[in-house]
């Protein structure tokens, strides 16, 4: 949702306030303390983790600093505000904050206003906000928090002057922070806000659309474990965000991230039979499921790789050295009841894409490689292996090389002779 645009500075802006001549208490302390704030940090401060972010405070008060200097160049001059301009940038972006990230006006208002007073910072009041879909309050709302915070500082003593009244102040800042949480950079943030206060409309957005895809299904061992795995953002530059759908899969923190940042996850010890669950990474515009298959004590399945020219011992390289180099796959079930199909997928790169399907009752895949002059003296080839058994009476059970207990595999290629 856009935030409601502002028709010029005549029809909103009445003389007004500056620099408050008495400085601040320390933070944690005074009414410039927002959260304890750790500048720029996710969600601005202690009281919740968020997608959206908020700007470091220092780039805030610069525009609010610009904001100032034009107000000057226009012929306004200083009047009584109470709240100095490091107040309203620290509360207004709290207020702002606690706004997109769920909470509504009077909720946010009394946030704010217990950190005034000293308080815990609460907590916000959801976690599924992202720029793309964030809902920035109406001008109206904005302008009553500042006036409520006016009369806060006015009660507690506090005097402050300023070219810039109490409404500009709560407008301008509020545009500036919608684009800054939007994409934009300070410098195009200040710029779109403060051509606004010219007259002119208010311009879009920095924000551009994005997708994420995530390899899954996913497999995990009875005994569960820990596990991760990337997110591949596809275009945009957006955050995600995840959540588990169901008790035995605990995410790991961050719960947050973007382009190559790892879902980290744990899968808790199955005493029951095979179950599914699902991780939803939520991202503006999509969903990316994560989908987690664990098997269970009597429904467990593993492989071993073999390397016949070189042991008769399980390996987890096989040499390519021959121009018909055999490595095979051999595995151990135990379901329920006879497995009568297993279904096998070897996929890796080696001069181009190779994948090795094999489907029926054959606990064993074989497959043949060739040396390669351009292989070196010992190239690294990666290889990913999946397998699902299913049983008579149709349960099924899936694993991954590289998971749970099942070892990382690979081919290692040398030149021909």
């Known amino acids: 949702m856009r935030f409601l645009a502002v028709c010029g500075i005549t029809a909103a802006i009445a003389v007004a306030a500056a620099c408050s001549p008495n400085p601040e208490r320390p933070l944690a302390a005074g009414p410039t303390a927002p959260s304890a704030v750790v500048a720029g940090s996710p969600g ?21 600093r610009q904001l100032e200097t034009k107000y000057s160049t226009m012929g306004r001059l200083p009047a009584e505000t109470y709240v100095d301009m490091e107040g309203e940038v620290a509360w207004i972006e709290e207020y702002q904050r606690y706004r997109v990230n ?33 809902s920035y309050p109406p001008r109206d709302h904005v302008v009553d928090f500042r006036r409520q915070l006016g009369a806060k500082y006015q009660s507690m003593g506090r005097r402050a002057q300023s070219t810039v009244d109490g409404d500009g102040a709560a407008i301008w800042l509020s545009e500036y922070l919608r684009y800054r949480t939007s994409g934009c950079d300070h410098a195009t943030a200040s710029q779109k806000a403060l051509a606004q206060v010219d007259g ?11 997708t994420y895809s995530v390899d899954s299904p996913r497999s995990a ?14 275009s945009g530059s957006c ?7 169901v008790s035995w899969i605990v995410l790991r923190p961050p719960v947050t991230g973007g382009h190559r940042s790892p879902v980290s996850y744990a899968v808790l010890p199955n005493t029951g039979g095979p179950r599914s669950g699902r991780i939803r990474v939520n991202y503006p515009g999509g969903v990316a499921n994560l989908d987690v298959n664990q098997a269970s004590q009597s429904h467990n399945l593993a492989f071993q790789f073999f390397d016949p020219a070189v042991s008769t011992s399980p390996v987890t390289e096989c040499q390519i050295k021959g121009t018909a180099t ?28 190779r994948v090795r399907t094999q489907n029926g009752p054959l606990p064993t895949l074989s497959f043949t490689e060739s040396c390669s002059a351009a292989a070196g003296g010992g190239s690294v080839v990666p290889i990913t292996v999946t397998l699902t058994a299913t049983d008579a009476q149709g349960n099924r059970a899936t694993i991954n090389s590289g998971q749970g207990s099942q070892a990382a595999l690979q081919l290692r290629a040398f030149a021909c002779s």
């Open 44 to 64: 601005g401060g202690t009281s919740g983790p968020a997608v959206v972010n908020f700007p470091a405070r220092s780039d805030a008060l610069d525009f609010r």
């Open 102 to 134: 769920g909470c509504d006006h009077d909720t946010a208002t009394r946030n704010v206003f217990a950190q005034v007073d000293g308080e815990a910072p609460p907590q916000i009041c959801s976690l599924l906000a992202f720029p793309e879909t964030a």
């Open 200 to 210: 002119a409309p208010a311009s879009e957005t920095c924000l551009v659309e994005c």
């Open 221 to 234: 061992t009875a005994v569960g474990g820990d596990y991760r795995v990337e997110m591949d953002r596809r």
């Open 239 to 245: 955050n995600w965000l995840a959540q588990s759908e």
């Open 326 to 353: 055999i490595c095979t796959l051999t595995a151990t079930s135990v379901l329920p009841s006879a497995v009568t199909n297993y279904d096998w997928k070897v996929e890796y790169v080696y001069g181009s894409s």
